[in-house]
């Protein structure tokens, strides 16, 4: 579905149009700010999952209103999900591969240090990770070579082949070239888009937490959270709110651990 079959959001940006700075921490989950982002914003009328009822306020201009009070409740509940994830330790995969997504998961992921995926889903990534696995170790071997001595033992040609390679497979899975193991959990940008994605996380029993736009089926995830999941605005609020909650339970455990440690010196 493309933005056009949305309520134009005031200051929203094109698809494929890099966004500013993006900042998260002034960012509160209230209905104020989820009007201003424009996330109460579903697709027309006529274009629409009718599992996603139960969300949906109503209708202006032939374009559903989702209901935000339910989108704070389910919202909600997936970050005190997320949140529990991370205190146990757990990573977090961010899949958002539409243009207006990519590079805010790709910052989002970074500031949070977790895997994400921003351009097409590599079929197998969950289902047959040993694979990926052994393509994600050649990839980081590859890399090693090209920042060590070893490279110069190399003709100028296949050096050139090499670097060539690793610009190949960073497209493909540079996002998660770090992750030594399947996630725990998946937030997904868009459910429909990223059907595979979805579908690999069910069989591999990986929790999904995803935002449902009023095209989607809620029930294909764990974590459903009914938002606008095409304008620029919405997304930056939606990511900006996750990544506070996430960074903030990261710091906990921060402070925990050094807390801990000094008891078990004291004890000895």
Known sequence: MQNSEKTPVVGEKTEGEKSAAFSYENLELN???????????????????????EYVFGVKNNIHIIDLEKT??????????LNSTVENGGKILFIGTKPQARQLVEEVSNILDMPYVKNRWLG?????YSEIKRRIKYLNDQEHLLESDELKKYTKYEQSRIRKEIVRMNEKMGGIKKMDKLPQAVFVIDIKENALAVKEAQRAGIPTVALTDTNTDPTLVDYPIPA???ALSALKYLLG???KNVAEAKKKIKIEKPEKAEIKQNVK
Request: aromatic residues 12%; hydrophobic residues 40%; charged residues 25%.
């Open 72 to 81: 704070i409740d389910k919202f909600q509940k997936a970050l005190d999900f």
């Open 228 to 230: 606008n999941d095409d």
């Open 241 to 243: 709110i996750v990544a």
């Open 31 to 53: 209905i104020a700010e989820m009007l201003k982002a424009g996330v109460h914003f579903g697709h027309k009328s006529s274009r629409w999952n009718p599992k996603m009822k």
């Open 124 to 128: 197998g990534t969950f289902t047959n």
